[in-house]
């Protein structure tokens, strides 16, 4: 059975940073692109940015300069370093695997990834 567990929200100040852990059992991470997502209240999920098969991550324009993804294989771990926090990033962070194995390239839509982690929520505060 594959699953992934979030862990690393909280709360903290704007212009703060904290990291979030996405710990894959199962399956290898490595096999599949795996996706970082966030819901903030009354909002639809967005996606956040992604890293690919071969490590090269790739990110939405409003966290580029500021968020950084990576993955370490030997724990099975994809990480999201979030730097300068803003109170518009507060939300419900989600990490999820896409649905295809060996996928190249990176999707942006949550219909393409499956199975999801439960969320960890992260809240700045201004």
């Known amino acids: 059975q594959v699953q992934l567990v979030e862990s690393g929200g909280g709360l903290v100040q704007a212009g703060g940073s904290l990291r979030l852990s996405c710990v894959v059992s199962g399956r290898a991470s490595s096999d599949y692109v795996t996706a970082w997502f966030r819901q903030a209240p009354g909002k639809e999920r967005a996606f956040v940015g992604a890293?690919?098969?071969?490590?090269?991550?790739s990110y939405v324009d409003s966290v580029k300069g500021r968020f950084t993804i990576s993955r370490d294989n030997a724990k099975n771990t994809v990480y999201l370093q979030m730097n300068s926090l803003k109170p518009e990033d507060t939300a419900v962070y989600y990490c999820?695997?896409?649905?295809?194995?060996?996928?190249?390239?990176?999707?942006?839509?949550?219909?393409?990834?499956?199975?999801w982690g439960q969320g960890t929520q992260v809240t700045v505060s201004s």
């Open positions: 890293i690919s098969l071969n490590g090269r991550p």
């Open positions: 999820a695997a896409d649905r295809v194995r060996f996928r190249i390239g990176i999707r942006s839509r949550p219909e393409e990834y499956d199975p």
